[in-house]
């Protein structure tokens, strides 16, 4: 087992300013809370997180890398705690340490749902910080090294989960070597029998060509010192695993792929790529169509490197990759590499190239996940993995690199509902990828999605039509609920004030808390909501907290009093019914005097109108509804064929409107609007100038260029409505104008 010091010295060789307390506190930490648990092999538990710090030094990792390494399963297997290793190691630490152990979690289910949730999960951990990643490939790697002494039942699935997941997403990142590894040890138990067959066929072709293998390498090196170019030559071994899977795509035999022998060469600057590559093409001849130039044209994972196959000294066919050795160390360690290098920012690299912006871990990131529905590059590392898993979900991120898992046709109002619900409560636009788009577009993954908040907002009802995620419908439904009790208690609060001021009574809202048992209601804002909504009356309200309060208005000599808010109709014996009006909430400064707008309802039965509305100059009939009352329906309103075989619950009634009646009545008409910025100010602005009031809107169908809405309006009659109407079709902002049901 690696000593303390040894460990110190090995991230001194790399980093000469460690910070050597941390490396020894977290080793001594670790080794006492594993004590003497042991592993499967039967060596000391503490063995594995020290072997997994060991993988990351490889990759010359940062010493608070390390130390998450060496603590990353203490959490989950020992008495260590997060507050803990917060209070110790600092909050960042634990952090980690706490991701890691979720992480954990996560390994081998079985079913395909949850293994798509695990990956959703494990990139989310990576987007809040990419070590977490780092330190949970190092320890599948010592896993996978140790995987012989697992029970067997275990093998197979810790294997073919290596080979779909954690082998696919190391080389996404970039990480070839650790992605070799995986791939090769879970090749080796997933098909043991074409391991050991390639295998042996791969070394009796290196046994054999040993020889020419040495005589390339020395007319490379000698061509290389002849051109004074300072170069690094070495053959690359076929792995058995890329072999096979070549052999199994492309169907060739093993003879076509394994008759290549393959070389590096590393050189110090760019230039001497391009020199290394000119001294060998007028040497030997090139086999056509195999040029690659990866340096002016990088690979998606910030690969670069020169490709090309000649015909070599020995007429064997070379594979020559031609790189500088930062360009190497990036093909090897990936995002590894730059989270290295993220110190040194705007320096440059050996080459003289200055490292670019993209290559950071958050850029890598959003590629891999904008490439991860798409599979764009067969060639590439996609092939054959389970990452197709993630087809039905969208990834996407906040500004500062926050990434949010959605479910496939979420929206931006779904994105805002996900970071918080404050944030899709106050929702009323949204940035793109920097550029303003509709609420109702679909995110794609690797969207970045800038939400536009204003204090004001309150979710219209109709997004809970467009949402795709639970969250946010339950939200919406929340946020719509309460802002109508609000508008309703307030209303009621206004009903009651003038009630009791009419019979010269103060109204506070305290005065109700002593009568709430009487009322029925559990607390003060249900009693103004019931006010307001119509179900209390208020005159109940005024005997409960005034028990020697008389009713005057119930009398039908009493002068005619409309309370603000209540509309009166009056049935055909002349009687009085009160329904909740929708008019004084929006203009209580007109006059008004006891309006009597329906004659006909019989009984005492409750009055409203049909959701399309209905407005004087309509023919209308009623609908009597058991046990809800009577609703009101234009006489053209096709929802009337549903009572056609029902004729005793139909009802003639007729407006009785009287002149100096100051009443809106409400009527729904779809419009079509044209997409573009200031429509929908546009329709509200026709509206306002006609004098009507918009009541709701929602948005019901939304084609690129179009959207469909439903306006509830109150007009205040037919001739109204229809100049509306009429002036809303002459807009340009609008293609169609029509009433509902009407
Ligand atoms: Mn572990």
Redesign the pocket.
């Known amino acids: 087992m690696m000593r303390q010091y040894e460990l110190v010295e090995r991230v001194q060789r790399y980093k000469p300013d460690v910070n050597e307390a941390l490396l020894n506190k977290a080793y001594v930490y670790a080794m006492q809370k594993h004590g003497h648990q042991k592993r499967a092999s039967g060596d000391p538990y503490f063995s594995?997180?020290l072997e997994?710090a060991a993988i990351l030094t490889e990759m010359h990792m940062d010493e608070a890398t390390i130390a998450v390494a060496l603590l990353?399963?203490t959490i989950e297997d020992t008495t260590a705690t997060r507050a803990e290793i917060d209070d110790l190691f600092g909050p960042e630490m634990g952090k980690l340490v706490e991701g890691l152990t979720k992480l954990?979690k996560l390994d081998l289910v079985s079913k395909k749902a949850e293994q798509a949730e695990n990956l959703r999960k494990l990139l989310l951990a990576i987007s809040e910080d990419v070590r977490v990643l780092l330190v949970k490939l190092a320890?599948r790697l010592h896993?996978m090294r140790t995987l012989d002494h697992m029970p067997e039942a275990k093998r197979l699935r810790i294997a073919e989960e290596t080979m779909d997941i954690y082998a696919p997403l190391a080389g996404r990142m970039g990480m070839q070597g650790m992605r070799e590894e995986l791939e090769e040890i879970a090749f080796r138990y997933i098909n043991p029998e074409a391991y050991r067959a390639v295998t042996a066929r791969l070394a009796e072709i290196f046994e054999r060509n040993k020889g020419v293998l040495t005589d390339i390498e020395k007319a490379l090196s000698a061509l290389f010192e002849k051109h004074s170019i300072n170069a690094g030559v070495k053959s690359r071994q076929k792995k058995p695993w890329s072999v096979f899977r070549k052999m199994e795509a492309k169907a060739l035999s093993f003879e076509q792929l394994s008759d290549i022998f393959g070389f590096r060469v590393v050189v110090d600057t760019v230039e001497d790529c391009y020199r290394a590559l000119g001294a060998i093409h007028t040497t030997w001849s090139m086999v056509p169509g195999r040029f690659k130039d990866y340096i002016s044209t990088p690979k998606q994972n910030d690969y670069r490197s020169i490709h090309t196959t000649i015909v070599g000294p020995s007429r064997q066919r070379v594979e020559l990759q031609i790189r500088t050795r930062e360009m190497n160390k990036i093909a090897e360690y990936g995002v590894a590499a730059h989270s290295i290098y993220k110190d040194t920012g705007g320096k440059t690299n050996g080459a003289g190239h200055a490292i670019s912006k993209e290559t950071n871990a958050y850029a890598w990131l959003r590629r891999t996940i904008e490439q991860l529905a798409e599979g764009d590059n067969p060639e590439d590392f996609l092939e054959n993995t389970k990452l197709e898993l993630f087809q039905d979900q969208v990834f996407c991120f906040t500004p500062k690199g926050m990434l949010i898992a959605l479910p496939r046709g979420a929206t931006p109002i779904d994105f805002a509902y996900a970071v918080h619900t404050d944030v899709g409560d106050t929702c009323v636009g949204a940035k793109v990828n920097g550029r303003i788009m509709p609420l109702m577009t679909e995110l794609k993954n690797g969207d970045e999605v800038e939400i536009i908040r204003s204090k004001a907002q309150v979710p219209p009802a109709a997004w809970e039509s467009v949402v795709v995620t639970g969250k946010a419908r339950a939200a919406i439904r929340r946020a719509t609920k309460n802002a109508i009790r609000k508008q309703y208690s307030g209303l009621g609060a206004r009903i009651l004030e003038r009630a009791f001021e009419r019979a010269g009574k103060n109204f506070t809202k305290e005065s109700l808390k002593p009568v709430l048992h009487r009322l029925a209601r559990k607390d003060i804002e249900d009693v103004l909501a019931s006010v307001g909504r119509g179900e209390l009356a208020s005159t109940d309200v005024m005997k409960a907290v005034f028990p020697d309060y008389k009713d005057e208005r119930v009398t039908p000599a009493a002068p005619k009093q409309r309370e603000e808010g209540w509309s009166k109709i009056r049935n055909a014996a002349g009687m009085l019914f009160q329904i909740p009006g929708r008019a004084a909430r929006k203009d209580k400064d007109q006059p008004r005097d006891g309006a009597v707008p329906i004659r006909g309802v019989r009984g005492d039965l409750p009055v409203r109108f049909a959701p399309e509305g209905a407005v004087p100059g309509d023919r209308i009939v009623g609908i009597v509804q058991p046990g809800t009352g009577i609703t009101i329906y234009p006489i053209q309103s096709p929802a009337l064929q549903a009572f056609d075989d029902q004729p005793e619950r139909w009802i003639d009634v007729r407006w009785d409107i009287d002149e100096r009646t100051k009443e809106r009545f409400p009527a729904r008409v779809s419009v079509t609007a044209i997409n573009a910025p200031g429509s929908l100010a546009d329709i509200a602005q026709v509206v306002a100038s006609n004098d009507a009031n918009i009541h709701t809107l929602s948005m019901v169908r939304t084609a690129p260029d179009f959207t469909e809405m439903l306006i509830d309006l109150e007009v205040w009659d037919l001739k109204h409505l229809n100049r509306l109407l009429s002036q809303l079709k002459d807009n340009s902002s609008v293609s169609d104008a029509r009433r509902v049901n009407g």
């Open positions: 594995h997180p997994v990353h399963d954990k320890d896993n």
